[in-house]
């Protein structure tokens, strides 16, 4: 964890028609484990393969086809709940949740209610610098996926895709910490991050790899103070889930829109129903999708075909072992160690392979600092511009790298450097031959700088006269000098020449 202070931020106050009121938001993320085959098949988690050919005898509810756990989802589940700082529950259970819908071929749902595989763990969420949100893990279960419904095909019939059917899941349960759309947000990017970094989900939201239930409710201010105090939920409103949302800008919307719904029924004296609602994002509003179920609506009882899972706490110590620098350390190690903002920390660190690209950037140029603003404000502006991402530029960290420690030794001005990128960036090439061979090199001979500024002095008598009546105007012949000499002067050793000369 970052070794600097933080400060909550402030929650988010909406301005009823009489009163103010606060938002208390939950989120259930459901992530994709990063597996190659399902949780208890060996069927294949391809994304985009032909409509049911992903498909075992046992995702399909054949009779007779027992589940056989996948050890490998398991792993990974045990290595999110690490990166979480959160408890692993070495004895954990599956259960059978039942509810009917054609895209769920068992009848049930084999989840985790009782007996969770992660326990307890906490999220530094980041909302500006020195700003921050700690948002609490509940716990971490494995579960199967559904299948997928499909009803624009045809006027008169659905069809059903079972590719997604067993596929495993990590529902993410946090406490009702997050006070704001954008900390939701926020906090969504922020496991996926995480996540992203332990190579245990890869977060592809459009893919529904990733995607979230949202619990709103609101609450007057003070009231939540109280929760925190003595734990009690009858301090906080009634709750609303909204369902299976996959896009961080719709759900800041659909808690924005659903938190005012519910403000305008309290204050019109009415009560709020717990239920479960599904965003309009054409229509921007909430509408009912069916009554919020309790847990013993679904019938949930152990699953009688699966023993309880238990793990060896050494088995546990091995993949602890295996655990990358996650983000929020990297982030202050760039701080510290290169001399860089937080906010350019933030910047590099967003991305596993952004910051592991900077890094060899840094440890080629020498520069780490230098080296954070070429990769943040070229590169990465070249790469956004050219709708490209790290993983295909057309630069390897070792050509920028190289660019970098060429003004570091002076041999090239900055100037020159943006040229040089230029070059690099459309042609590739080893940048230190290409300073050579087309002549690039800074001047930094004085006495070829001073002939230069001797000859820029001589032509422009008038412009000497205002420039020793105001000095500012030096920089004219600065600029004069720089152009007769193609920018290859040294700046610095151009601008003593010219104050030595005018006699500034």
């Known amino acids: 964890m970052l070794d600097l202070t933080y400060e909550a931020p402030q929650p988010k106050v909406i301005q009823g028609a009489k009163d103010d009121w606060e938002l208390v938001i939950g989120l259930e993320v459901h992530a994709q484990v990063a597996s190659a085959a399902k949780l208890f098949s060996g069927a294949s988690t391809q994304f985009g393969a032909e409509p049911n050919s992903n498909v075992a005898f046992v995702d399909a509810g054949m009779p007779g086809m027992l589940p056989v756990i996948n050890q490998g989802c ?62 609490r893990i509940e716990r971490i279960h494995l579960e199967q996926d559904a299948g997928k419904s499909i009803h624009d095909m045809d006027p008169n019939n659905s069809f059903v895709d079972l590719n997604r059917t067993g596929v495993a899941l990590m529902e993410i349960v946090s406490r009702p910490d997050i006070r704001g759309p954008e900390e939701a947000a926020a906090y969504i990017l922020k496991l996926r991050q995480i ?26 201010p003070g009231d939540y103070e109280k929760y925190q105090a003595t734990g009690d939920f009858g301090h906080l ?54 009554s919020k179920e309790e847990a013993h609506d679904y019938r949930y009882f152990p699953d009688p075909d699966l023993l309880p899972l238990e793990i060896e706490q050494e088995w546990v110590n091995e993949i602890a072992a295996t655990l990358p620098e996650l983000p929020d350390e990297k982030k202050a190690r760039f701080v510290t160690e290169y001399g860089m903002t937080e906010y350019d920390a933030g910047v590099l660190t967003a991305e596993y392979e952004n910051a592991a690209f900077f890094e060899e950037v840094a440890k080629t140029s020498g520069d780490g600092k230098a080296s954070a603003n ?99 105007l030096a920089g004219w012949f600065v600029g004069q000098v720089m152009k007769a000499t193609g920018g290859k002067a040294n700046p610095q050793a151009v601008n003593e020449i010219v104050t030595q000369k005018l006699g500034l």
């Open 74 to 135: 398991v792993a990974l589940a045990v290595k999110t709940g690490l990166g979480l700082k959160a408890a692993i529950n070495l004895s954990s259970a599956f259960d059978r949740k039942n509810y009917f819908y054609p895209d769920l071929p068992q009848g049930y749902q084999i989840s985790q209610l009782y007996h969770p595989i992660v326990g307890e763990g906490e999220v530094l969420v980041d909302m500006a610098p020195g700003i921050a949100r700690l948002v």
């Open 374 to 472: 070429w990769v943040i404000n070229e590169l990465f502006g070249r790469l956004k511009k050219d709708d490209r991402d790290i993983g295909d530029s057309p630069m390897s960290a070792q050509q920028l790298g190289s660019i970098v420690a060429l003004i570091k030794r002076g041999d090239i001005s900055g100037k020159i450097a943006k040229d040089l990128f230029e070059i690099v960036y459309s042609e590739g090439g080893d940048p230190v031959a290409i300073v050579e061979e087309r002549g690039m090199k800074q001047v930094t001979d004085t006495g070829a700088i001073e002939t230069a500024v001797d000859e820029v002095i001589a032509a422009n008598p008038a412009q000497v006269e205002k420039a020793q009546a105001n000095p500012k």
């Open 237 to 290: 409103g009634t709750r609303c889930e909204i369902k299976n949302m996959n896009s961080t800008r719709f759900i800041q919307q659909a808690i924005e829109v659903e938190a005012r719904r519910q403000i305008a029924i309290i204050e019109d004296g009415g009560k709020v129903v717990q239920e479960t609602r599904l965003f309009d994002v054409e229509k921007g509003e909430t509408r009912s999708m069916r």
């Open 195 to 220: 996540m992203r970094y332990l190579g245990t989900c890869n977060g592809d939201m459009q893919n529904g790899n990733l995607r979230a239930d949202v619990n709103v409710s609101v609450c007057r």
